[in-house]
Nanobody
């Protein structure tokens, strides 16, 4: 199993920045990729960004280059740097770990961290 603990959310004014962190523990070697998703009230959970174990990144097109995902393998931590925040970025942000084992693929989720952008 993999445990994920997120931190770094909070309240920020539009145009500001935040950095989210997600620390992974447990069966780290089974992780193929990690990512961030977000869910606004009344909406579905959407992909924000992912990073593979090889360091390949991908982003939602709507972000317009404002967010950057990165990882520190020594700390088993993934980060999401969010710049030029907009009110529409307000959501609960969830960390995800996609794993593969003999049982097949399995996703793990953190508890979520609230990001609120005031206009």
């Amino acid at each position: 199993q993999v445990q994920l603990v997120e931190s770094g959310g909070g309240l920020v004014q539009a145009g500001g920045s935040l950095r989210l962190s997600c620390a992974a523990s447990g069966s780290i070697r089974s992780i193929n990729a990690m990512g961030w998703y977000r869910q606004a009230p009344g909406k579905q959970r959407d992909l924000v960004a992912t990073i593979t174990s090889a360091g390949t990144t991908s982003y939602a097109d709507s972000l317009e280059g404002r967010f950057t995902i990165s990882r520190d393998n020594a700390k088993n931590t993934v980060y999401l740097q969010m710049n030029s925040l907009k009110s529409e970025d307000t959501a609960v942000y969830y960390c995800n770990a996609h794993t593969w084992s003999a049982r097949g693929p399995l996703d793990y989720w953190g508890q979520g961290t609230q990001v609120t952008v005031s206009s």
